[in-house]
């Protein structure tokens, strides 16, 4: 378990394999208001990643001014 002290006290909780490699499975957030859960599958599987088509990309270097 670790603790975000800059989260006000929010803990993260980490499951990892106890047998084989040593992945880490899943990890819980505990904090102020809010609790999230991330679990981790599909070990040494290749990604299929490919970037977004044009179409879908949005230019935000002009927002703001």
């Not at 106890?18 to 290749?46: C, H, M, N, W």
Request: hydrophobic fraction near 35%.
């Amino acid at each position: 378990m670790v603790t975000d002290e800059a989260d006000q006290g929010g803990r993260y909780t980490f499951y990892v394999a106890t047998e084989g490699k040593p992945y880490i499975l899943k990890v819980v957030y505990k904090g102020a208001g809010r609790q999230s859960t991330t679990s981790y599958s599909a070990f040494d599987e290749p990604l299929d990643v490919r970037p977004p088509a044009e179409a879908d990309i949005l230019d935000m270097s002009a927002a703001g001014n």
